[in-house]
C-alpha cells in the first residue's frame, strides 16, 4: 500500500506540471528539445522552475533564493532555450509554430519540463521524502475504497 501511495503522490506532482494540447509537429519538437539536453540542462532548468515557484505567496518562506541566483539561472535558462530553438531543434520549431502557431511552443517545452522534473522525482530522496505521508494515511480507509492490492 505504501507503494502505491508513493506512486500515487509521484504521478499527481509530474501531473501538475502544466500540460499544454500537443500537435504532431509540437511532438516532433519537443522530442527534438529533449534529445539534445543534457542531464545539467535539465538541473538547471528544474532549478530555474523551483526558483521561480519559490515567488508564489504560499510557498515563498520555504526558500531563501537571492536576486543574484535569480538572475543567473534567468540567464542560463534563456540561453539553453536559445540554444535549443535556434542550434538543436530550428528546423522542428518553425515546423511546429507553422503548422500549430505559439502554442507548440508551450507544448514542446511542457514536454521538456515534464523529463526534467521526472528526473527529480526519481531521486532516491525525493521519492523518500514524498514517502512520508504514507506515515499518516489511513490504510483501512484506503483500503476500502481500493481493494487489495499487490
Known amino acids: 500500500m505504501r507503494q502505491a501511495l508513493s ?3 509521484f504521478g499527481f506532482v509530474v501531473s501538475t506540471a502544466a500540460v499544454a494540447l500537443a500537435g504532431s509537429y509540437s511532438d516532433e519538437m519537443g522530442k527534438c ?3 539534445w539536453t543534457s542531464e545539467g540542462d535539465r538541473t538547471t532548468l528544474v532549478r530555474w522552475i523551483f526558483a521561480s515557484a519559490t515567488l508564489h505567496p504560499a510557498v515563498k518562506s520555504l526558500a531563501s533564493i537571492s536576486d543574484a541566483e535569480r538572475v543567473q539561472l ?3 535558462v ?6 535549443l530553438l535556434t542550434e538543436s531543434c530550428p528546423t522542428e520549431t518553425q515546423t511546429a ?3 500549430e502557431g ?3 511552443l508551450k507544448a514542446s517545452f511542457s514536454v521538456l519540463g515534464r523529463v526534467a522534473m ?9 521519492v523518500g521524502g ?18 487489495p492490492m499487490q
Open 7 to 9: 506512486s500515487m503522490v
Open 102 to 104: 505559439a502554442s507548440a
Open 33 to 35: 528539445l529533449v534529445k
Open 130 to 147: 514524498m514517502s512520508g505521508i504514507a506515515r499518516y494515511v489511513d490504510e483501512e480507509k484506503l483500503q476500502k475504497v481500493l481493494g
Open 97 to 99: 509554430v507553422w503548422h
Open 74 to 76: 534567468d540567464r542560463s
Open 118 to 126: 521526472e528526473g527529480l522525482m526519481a531521486d532516491p530522496n525525493v
Open 78 to 83: 534563456a540561453k539553453l532555450m536559445e540554444r
